[in-house]
């Protein structure tokens, strides 16, 4: 279900379809119903399930410190860094990248940042549940 979890673009769209896919299939897996009325808390308790918003969002930080550590030029880091330029501009809002919720949670300088890996995974944990809450 999360497979290149990595690169998606989590909006809250997204992330509301992913939890209640998973809660239907923590449902599944205990045989319990929508008519049967327990709660989510207590179906995750049961489970002992984590959180699929926060497991992408976990996900996404350790891709994004692995592409900011690239050397060369690899194409994720083109891919990663690349901004359109030529020809005209759909109509709306311009599509969010990976890199745009980045910048969004860390700044500008995130990519150097991440050039040191154990600061990079000791400023995870408060970042990602900044991720979540604000995507």
Same mark, same amino acid.
């Given at each position: 279900?999360?497979?290149?979890?990595?690169?998606?673009?989590?909006?809250?769209?997204?992330?509301?379809?992913?939890?209640?896919? $998973?809660?239907?299939?923590?449902?599944?897996?205990?045989?319990?119903?929508?008519?049967?009325?327990?709660?989510?808390?207590?179906?995750?308790?049961?489970?002992?399930?984590?959180?699929?918003? $926060?497991?992408?969002?976990? $996900?996404?930080?350790?891709?994004?410190?692995?592409?900011?550590?690239?050397?060369?030029?690899?194409?994720?880091?083109?891919?990663?860094?690349?901004?359109?330029?030529?020809?005209?501009?759909?109509?709306?809002?311009?599509?969010?990248?990976?890199?745009?919720?980045?910048?969004?949670?860390?700044?500008?300088?995130?990519?150097?940042?991440?050039?040191?890996?154990?600061?990079?995974?000791?400023?995870?944990?408060?970042?990602?549940? $900044?991720?979540?809450?604000?995507?």
């Amino acid at each position: 279900m999360t497979y290149g979890c990595q690169t998606w673009s989590m909006t809250k769209a997204v992330g509301q379809k992913l939890r209640v896919a $998973q809660r239907a299939m923590e449902r599944k897996m205990l045989g319990l119903k929508l008519t049967d009325k327990i709660s989510c808390k207590e179906i995750r308790n049961k489970t002992q399930v984590s959180d699929i918003a $926060q497991y992408i969002a976990k $996900q996404k930080w350790k891709w994004a410190g692995h592409v900011a550590r690239l050397q060369d030029n690899r194409w994720t880091l083109r891919v990663t860094e690349w901004q359109p330029r030529n020809g005209k501009r759909s109509r709306g809002r311009q599509a969010r990248r990976l890199r745009d919720d980045i910048v969004k949670t860390m700044g500008n300088t995130w990519t150097r940042e991440a050039k040191d890996k154990e600061e990079w995974r000791r400023g995870a944990e408060g970042l990602i549940l $900044q991720w979540i809450d604000g995507a």
